[in-house]
């Protein structure tokens, strides 16, 4: 039997390709998992015929829905239309529900990334009291604890320029206060009428707060 490939299955059965049909049709029902409207499956398709592909990619050729879905049930797997672009549709072997899984693992993959990606800001002035620094600190260790990186930036007016050394003596007390959970990535510096600081999570930090997402999703 013939091993379908990618080229073949575009040139022949049209621009939806497996995985890709598969795989668009699954996003666009997370948020209804026990819907599979837009990816027919099983007694959902409604052809006569179809042209089944094994859960290897091999082409098993046109044959009654009826057969098909036999196969499909003999074998342990679910019978997919993964496009009707062509006469019949094309229909292939696959285990859906741990397809559908894995698509939703990938997914909370992605969020996480994006989660640990995010830039948070803190902006202040150098001339803040005791009260607001501690309000800031307290802002900066529930950033890093939850595994952001940090922007902070020192904003001087007019003949405030000419305090620079004290906003950096600032942004310099808030990396101390917080050597534990951060790291400089970047040193606080002078732009323009701004200084800024950008502090990343320790690696440890970063492990742990991942510790806990995992701990979550599994809830």
């Known amino acids: 039997m013939k091993v379908i490939d990618e080229n073949d299955i575009l040139s022949k059965f049209g621009s939806t390709f497996l995985k890709g049909r598969i795989t668009t049709a699954i996003t666009k029902n997370n948020s209804s998992p026990n819907s599979n409207k837009g990816l027919p499956v099983n007694e959902q398709i409604y052809a006569k015929e179809v042209r089944l592909i094994s859960e290897t990619g091999e082409v098993l050729g046109v044959m009654p829905t009826s057969e098909?879905?036999?196969?499909?049930?003999?074998?342990?797997?679910?019978?997919?239309?993964?496009?009707?672009?062509?006469?019949?549709?094309?229909?292939?072997?696959?285990?859906?529900?741990?397809?559908?899984?894995?698509?939703?693992?990938?997914?909370?993959?992605?969020?996480?990334?994006?989660?640990?990606?995010?830039?948070?800001?803190?902006?202040?002035?150098?001339?803040?009291?005791?009260?607001?620094?501690?309000?800031?600190?307290?802002?900066?260790?529930?950033?890093?604890?939850?595994?952001?990186?940090?922007?902070?930036?020192?904003?001087?007016?007019?003949?405030?320029?000419?305090?620079?050394?004290?906003?950096?003596?600032?942004?310099?007390?808030?990396?101390?206060?917080?050597?534990?959970?951060?790291?400089?990535?970047?040193?606080?510096k002078l732009e323009g009428q701004r200084i800024i600081m950008i502090l990343n999570p320790k690696k440890d930090v970063i492990k742990k707060e991942k510790k806990v997402n995992e701990s979550k999703d599994e809830d």
């Open 68 to 188: 098909a879905l036999r196969q499909a049930r003999d074998n342990g797997f679910d019978l997919v239309m993964v496009t009707n672009a062509s006469s019949p549709p094309v229909c292939k072997l696959l285990d859906y529900g741990r397809h559908r899984y894995e698509m939703d693992k990938r997914s909370k993959d992605a969020r996480k990334k994006q989660h640990s990606a995010a830039l948070k800001e803190i902006t202040l002035s150098y001339k803040i009291g005791e009260h607001d620094y501690q309000v800031r600190l307290k802002r900066l260790t529930q950033f890093l604890e939850g595994g952001h990186k940090v922007k902070m930036t020192v904003r001087l007016r007019g003949r405030e320029a000419q305090h620079a050394d004290l906003a950096i003596q600032l942004l310099l007390r808030f990396a101390t206060d917080t050597e534990n959970l951060s790291a400089f990535e970047r040193e606080p």
